[in-house]
């Protein structure tokens, strides 16, 4: 069993110890069980990541995260960037995640498609942490949202994380440098430099950045190496 498998089974063996909200009739509807995770997709080598909030009911049924509306824009933002042309090409749009990584704060699906309060995440976070620190081998992260981006709270100084975000003009042109770590299966912390770049969330509730977020996803891209 590689180490990967080890944290996806700790991940549902830790859903399995006490209950937390869970859109238990989606996953029904899907024949998924709701406590295996769907914690990520895509190229664990990739440089760059997209971090989301949580899964919704198409990431359920699918069995990967972002891969709704929300992550359909994304994908089609990064097939722009690589081919500079645009596509609804399924099939296309799989492909680029040869390139990426997507994964989310929880990975599993709350009611309603409501936040998960700070214990369920706080509760999922050792898990997320070996993800990105461990696994994962690149060091760029782009975040969808507020919930997404104050994640990374804890692994950087704290009012120098605040001044960044409340810097509205641009928090979406900007990049902030934090040290993520997270603790291996010895028990040794492991430390890793990681550029965290947020963005809105791209849903078209998000009436304010829904329109914009194609343009300002492109101006992202356009600084990266993927």
């Not at 359920?60 to 891969?67: F, K």
């Not at 390139?99 to 976070?125: D, I, Q, S």
């Not at 949202?145 to 960044?164: L, R, S």
């Not at 304010?208 to 356009?222: H, I, N, T």
Request: a positive charge; hydrophobic letters at 35%; proline letters at 7%.
């Amino acid at each position: 069993m590689s180490n990967l498998e080890e944290l996806i089974n700790a991940i549902q063996i830790e859903a399995q110890s006490a209950d937390f909200p869970l859109d238990i009739p989606v996953y029904e509807s899907a024949q998924k069980n709701p406590t295996k995770p769907i914690l990520y997709y895509g190229n664990l080598k990739s440089n760059v990541c997209f971090f989301g909030r949580d899964l919704g009911r198409d990431e359920v049924i699918a069995g990967q995260p972002l891969i709704g509306a929300s992550g359909t824009l994304v994908r089609q933002g990064f097939y722009q960037a690589i081919y500079k042309e645009s596509t609804n090409d399924k099939d296309k749009l799989m492909a680029v995640c040869d390139r990426l990584l997507l994964t989310n704060t929880v990975p599993y699906k709350p009611p309603e498609n409501k936040a998960y309060g700070v214990r369920v995440k706080r509760r999922f976070r050792p898990f997320i942490e070996q993800l990105l620190t461990i696994h994962w081998q690149g060091n760029h992260i782009i975040t969808l949202g507020t919930e997404a981006f104050k994640w990374f709270e804890p692994y950087t100084d704290k009012e120098t994380f605040n001044q960044f975000w409340a810097d509205k003009d641009h928090r979406y042109q900007k990049s902030i440098q934090v040290t993520l770590n997270a603790t291996d299966n010895q028990g040794n912390l492991v430390k890793k430099q990681t550029l965290i770049s947020p963005l809105p969330h791209p849903s078209p509730l998000n009436q304010r950045y829904y329109r914009l977020f194609p343009g300002m996803l492109q101006a992202r891209l356009a600084n990266l190496e993927f």
